[in-house]
């Protein structure tokens, strides 16, 4: 029953894990960090990659919610690029946040990226997922390797569903600053490798593991 | 010219004129050589050797009286021997004379001899010590070689387009300049406005096809054509003349991974492969370098009339399928369907 | 005559065994200090060093104190004389001296056989002191506070101008915020939980009245009291809404540390 | 990517199905089609639990998009993406189960005939031959309804007169630009068919 020639790429789904750093930076500092980051980073010759995402929350949960099972509840992020129309949409499981032994460098939490057909907004729905809330982000995103820097703004959309920037509110005067690897389970030298890179955007951002049960909503 | 004629002349006259020296200087030195005692075989020699100028004459008569005077008696012995020194010595002074004679004739045509022109480094190659490390000859050889069939090959050429009516290419050679000048010029060296303008004016013509063009090298417009959901044609146009045809189906794209537009790559599909050459023989078959606007709008009509290429069986056979290919045939004046094979 | 006269020789000759003994203890000290720093410099260290100054001073107070002590006979009752100089080498002496003094010659006895400094010296002291006495106690007081108000007036300002530079290094120090924390944790809570992003319910309106996001905070920052405030639990139908609200009145499942 | 057209392609009594299949594959060479590998097309249910509305999700895998996982869902409403997506199901587990016993699958060769794609697979519904799908894609057409009366032709010529109307999930996509996805409802529509007929031969436990 197995030995069909899909079996192997559908089984051997290695799961990935994305090791995170954060920090945030002011809107006035920005211009800085990034031009620390372009030379830092790799194509330093090229102009700063930009991007513009509209992500939305969509979360599965029971009808009896009570609270216990409340934790159980999924919630898959849908991201849409909006600065390129070509690409696909995306929806991106992020698992619960471990932050390790105070040894471990890194956040590290289960992450599954898929991308998908642009009408995943309203099958997600028919699946019995909820809008839980939305956002736009929009900044600068820069690699070194396989490590992913992202620097970028929040926006609130003032009304639901509409997504040009004039809807656009920031929720802060910062930006948020993201350092993440996506890696297979186990490989714990980037989580030193991505520190001695934090260490050098100090002390313009210092990038930490945020511990995300300190968050209250 | 003319002058390059009479200093040739001069150098081979000159030359004639050393050559002359070296002898004369030649039979001085013999002469000295043989001194008293050959003295008497010397002439007969001479003789033979040179009659033809006059001073020679004269030296053979002085060799013939001396030939007399050792045919002598003997008595007269110291005498003789006298004799012959004079006139060994008088020979000599005129064979002294004649060099000379001759040396200052050299001198003068030399005179006139004017210094040869430089004409250009390829003089200077004869310079070169060492030849064998420049690889100019081979390169010349080579070169020369290939100039020589391409003359062969333009040779043939021209005799085959000679034959041929349907010519794309304005020469003298081929046609009649002053009857096509005026016209045949605007076909290809049609300004821009002119380009955008007609091409504008098609796409209001077929509102069932989408045309968009640019200029990624300039002066030629690459003109994308995509006609209903069925295909989509890329056609190069220089001024208003087709250059280049590629049909492909409507889910490919004539864009490479960096964005760049891509004339050249070939569908993958045998139905657009086979409708590129029917393209490319209908663009000649449109071609009319005097009304090059008509001719691009008989060709786009054409073109447009595949736009039934999947859903319209083939006039001769009606059927829709033959070789496993739809109909990819449409005739250049009623743009009916038929199928490759089933076209007269 | 010849007891005392001995036993004061003995004395003699005892003492200066014993200064001598000294004197060479600290000769060694210093050549092998010397040594150190000619040869082994690289691995000298500054307490090294002090240990070595130390070891020095105190062979110096040691001998002073011989010198001082009362066994000692007073050597300045003892006088030197030479008897014979000559300028011919003494092998004897250059032993003696381990090679410094070759001869005992006109050349080197005025500067080894010395107790007075030299004239000259003498001569500038002497002036010195004339002059130092000279002066009455009223200037010399007056001179005195001058130089001590002159020196606290420099100390004030090199105090003054070292504080102000210790506080603009400190503020060099200080002045990149280029990050407020509180924006830290409103982003990420933001992008991980989806405060202040999160649309109130309609349907919860009643409960959790629609308020703008800085207010919220200042609200939660403010009302200690009651920081649980339940938010609206998206996914939520309205029928189950009442019975939210009752679990959260009566106990909350989760506590925040 | 071209227009597909799935059909199935009836065992006579007393026939077995290996047989049929062979016949066919016969059929297809002779008019000049070559055999260019195999393929799989495969479906998983998975069914919601503890939601209000039982929902079914049907998940479809297919070679010719070997990268791609189609998700349906009852409406219809078909979402394409990565194989990763699977990955995504394992974090649903207490929303949506797979249902045991569920995995139907077409497995078979794959012919090329100029531009022509046909499939001839024997559908096996937890390992047990259950029936013969033939598919007939035509490459370079992307709208149904233009390229119908070409492909009926060659389909005719194949497997008769069961190819007289377009597949009925198709006839409301003529004139639409066809996606992958509506190949994978034709399979998913004549898998369901096959499912309920064992069901009913086989009445539940």
């Not at chain 1, 390790?100 to 898929?114: E, F, Q, S, W």
């Not at chain 1, 600068?140 to 509110?169: A, C």
């Not at chain 2, 020679?56 to 002085?62: G, I, L, N, P």
């Not at chain 2, 387009?161 to 300049?177: A, D, M, W, Y």
Request: net charge neutral; with cysteine; aromatic share 8%.
């Amino acid at each position: 029953m197995e030995t069909t020639s899909l079996a192997p790429s559908l089984k051997n789904i290695a799961p990935q894990q994305e090791y995170l750093l954060q920090a945030s930076i002011l809107d006035a500092n920005r211009d800085v960090l990034l031009h620390r980051l372009r030379g830092l980073c790799d194509n330093a010759e090229s102009n700063f990659e930009t991007f513009a995402d509209y992500e939305a929350v969509y979360v599965l949960s029971f009808l009896e919610s009570s609270a216990v099972q409340q934790s159980q509840a999924v919630s898959f992020r849908v991201r849409h690029a909006l600065d390129d129309p070509e690409a696909p949409d995306h929806i991106r499981y992020i698992g619960q946040a471990e932050l390790g032994d105070r040894a471990r460098p890194t956040l590290v939490r289960a992450c599954l990226d898929v991308a998908c057909s642009s009408n995943v907004r309203e099958f997600l729905q028919e699946m019995g997922f909820k809008l839980d809330y939305d956002c736009v982000m929009k900044g600068y995103f820069f690699h070194k390797g396989r490590m992913k820097v992202t620097v970028y703004k929040i926006f609130r959309l003032l009304q639901p569903g509409k997504t040009d920037s004039s809807n656009w509110e920031p929720l802060s005067m910062s930006h948020l600053v993201e350092l993440s690897v996506v890696a297979p389970l186990g490989q714990e030298q980037i989580g030193e490798d991505m520190k001695n890179f934090a260490e050098q955007l100090k002390p313009l951002v210092v990038l930490e593991k945020f511990d995300h049960r300190r968050l209250h909503n | 010219m003319n002058k390059d004629t009479t200093q040739a002349e001069l150098i081979f006259q000159s030359i004639h004129l050393i050559q002359k020296l070296r002898h004369d200087v030649g039979q001085v030195f013999k002469d000295l050589s043989d001194g008293i005692s050959e003295y008497i075989e010397e002439p007969a020699e001479k003789d033979e050797n040179d009659g033809g100028s006059n001073k020679d004459v004269s030296k053979d008569k002085a060799a013939t009286q001396d030939q007399k005077d050792t045919t002598g008696p003997s008595h007269e012995k110291s005498e003789e021997h006298h004799e012959k020194h004079r006139a060994i010595l008088k020979t000599l002074k005129k064979s002294l004379e004649t060099i000379s004679h001759d040396f200052s004739d050299l001198e003068k045509t030399g005179a006139n001899i004017g210094p040869v022109q430089m004409f250009s480094n390829i003089d200077n190659l004869s310079l070169d010590p060492v030849d064998k490390n420049t690889v100019t000859h081979s390169q010349l050889l080579q070169s020369y070689k290939w100039t020589n069939k391409m003359h062969e090959l333009s040779d043939q050429a021209v005799t085959i387009l000679g034959q041929n009516t349907l010519k794309r290419t304005q020469s003298p050679k081929f046609t009649n300049v002053k009857k096509l000048k005026g016209n045949t010029l605007s076909a290809w060296v049609a300004p821009q406005q002119t380009v955008d303008q007609c091409l504008s004016v098609l796409n209001q013509d077929h509102p069932g096809s989408n045309f968009t063009w640019s200029r990624p090298l300039g002066g030629c417009a690459a003109l994308q054509i995509e006609i209903g959901k069925t295909l989509k044609a890329v056609v190069v146009l220089r001024g208003l003349t087709i250059e280049w045809v590629k049909i492909k189906g409507f889910d490919e794209t004539f864009k490479t991974d960096d964005g760049q537009i891509d004339i050249w790559s070939s569908s993958r599909y045998q139905v657009f492969q086979k409708l590129t050459h029917h393209a490319e023989a209908a663009s000649l078959h449109y071609y009319a370098p005097t009304k090059p606007d008509l001719a691009i709008k008989s060709f786009v009509m054409w073109l447009h009339g595949f736009s039934n290429l999947f859903s319209v069986p083939c006039q001769k056979c009606g059927k829709y399928l033959q070789n496993n290919m739809p109909p990819t045939w449409r005739d250049y004046r009623n743009r009916k369907p038929f199928h490759d094979v089933c076209r007269m | 005559m010849q007891a005392p006269q001995s036993k004061e020789e003995k004395q003699l000759e005892t003492s200066l065994d014993d200064l001598l003994q000294r004197v060479r203890e600290l000769k060694q000290g210093i050549s092998s200090f010397i040594y150190k720093l000619e040869n082994d410099y690289q691995n000298i260290s500054w307490p090294n060093m002090m240990e070595h100054f130390g070891v020095l001073s105190s062979g110096l107070s040691t001998t002073k104190r011989l010198l001082k002590a009362e066994k000692m006979p007073l050597l300045r009752n003892y006088v030197l004389f030479p008897i014979l100089l000559s300028p011919d080498r003494d092998p004897h002496l250059e032993k003696l001296t381990e090679g410094r003094v070759l001869a005992f010659n006109h050349e080197v006895v005025p500067d080894y056989l010395r107790t007075k400094p030299e004239p000259e010296v003498e001569e500038k002291v002497q002036l010195l002191s004339v002059k130092a006495s000279s002066i009455t106690p009223e200037v010399a007081q007056k001179q005195l506070t001058a130089l001590n108000k002159i020196t606290s007036n420099i100390l004030d300002i090199i105090n003054a101008s070292s504080d102000e530079w210790d506080k603009d290094s400190n503020q060099k120090n200080v002045v990149p915020s280029t990050s407020s924390p509180q924006d830290t944790l409103t982003l990420i809570s933001a992008i991980t939980k989806g405060s202040k992003l999160r649309r109130p319910d309609p349907t919860s309106m009643q409960q959790c009245p629609p308020m703008g996001p800085t207010q919220q905070q200042q609200m939660q920052q403010q009302q200690q009291l009651q920081p649980q405030k339940p938010m609206p639990v998206v996914g939520r139908v309205p029928s189950t809404i009442k019975t939210n609200i009752k679990a959260a009145a009566t106990s909350h499942p989760y506590q925040r540390p | 990517m071209g227009v597909s057209c799935v059909y199935m392609y009836p065992v006579p009594e007393g026939r077995s199905g290996a047989h049929v299949v062979e016949v066919l594959q016969k059929q297809v060479e002779t008019i000049g089609g070559v055999k260019m590998g195999s393929f799989v097309v495969d479906c998983e249910s998975y069914l919601s639990i503890m939601l209000s509305v039982s929902k079914t999700l049907q998940i479809l895998h297919n070679t010719e998009y070997p990268a791609s996982c189609f998700a349906v869902l009852d409406s219809g409403a078909t979402l394409v993406a990565d194989t990763l997506f699977n990955g995504l199901l394992s974090h649903l587990k207490a929303y949506y189960q797979a249902r045991k016993g569920s995995k139907i699958e077409s497995k078979g060769n794959r012919y090329q005939l100029a531009d022509f794609v046909i499939k001839i697979g024997s559908v096996t519904l937890s390992g047990s031959f259950k029936g013969i799908l033939v598919e007939v894609e035509y490459c370079p057409s992307v709208i149904a309804s233009e390229c119908w009366n070409l492909m009926k032709e060659l389909l005719q010529s194949l497997i008769g007169n069961i190819a007289e109307s377009p597949p009925p999930s198709l006839k409301m996509k003529m004139d639409e630009i066809y996606t992958p996805a509506m190949t994978m409802l034709q399979y998913l529509e004549h898998f369901n068919n096959f499912r309920k007929a064992a069901a009913v031969s086989q009445p539940p436990r």
